[in-house]
Nanobody
Framework: QVQLVESGGGSVQAGGSLRLSCAVS????????MGWFRKGPGNEREGVAA????????YYADSVKGRFIISEDNANNTVYLQMNNLKPEDTAMYYC?????????????????????WGQGTQVTVSS
């Protein structure tokens, strides 16, 4: 049974930083895909970043490139999303998700419709 538990959300002013954590259990994430997604007010859920740790491959949405960094800590079974230079448009509920990689990083692209297992989310609010 895969369990994903997000933490680290909060309120921050524009230009600030937050680090989200996703504690993973019941899943060998290092050989599969892990992603971060978000759903802002009035928006559909969208992919933010993803990682295929077995190949060191990462993906980022254009809107967060250069500001967000996805990483993993295999020893602690945790996936992180470091968010820097936050903007009000980053305000959203952030979700951690997982899916099978089939041994190919291509499957790890942060496509919201392809990820199967989801956490409950953590809220990020950025004020101007």
């Amino acid at each position: 049974q895969v369990q994903l538990v997000e933490s680290g959300g909060g309120s921050v002013q524009a230009g600030g930083s937050l680090r989200l954590s996703c504690a993973v259990s019941g899943y060998t994430y290092s050989s599969n895909c892990m992603g971060w997604f978000r759903k802002g007010p009035g928006n559909e859920r969208e992919g933010v970043a993803a990682i295929y740790a077995a190949a060191g491959r990462t993906y980022y949405a254009d809107s967060v490139k250069g500001r967000f960094i996805i990483s993993e800590d295999n020893a602690n079974n945790t996936v992180y999303l470091q968010m820097n230079n936050l903007k009000p448009e980053d305000t959203a509920m952030y979700y951690c998700a997982a899916r099978a990689s089939h041994g190919d990083s291509w499957y790890c692209r942060p496509d919201v419709y392809e990820y199967n297992d989801w956490g409950q989310g953590t809220q990020v609010t950025v004020s101007s």
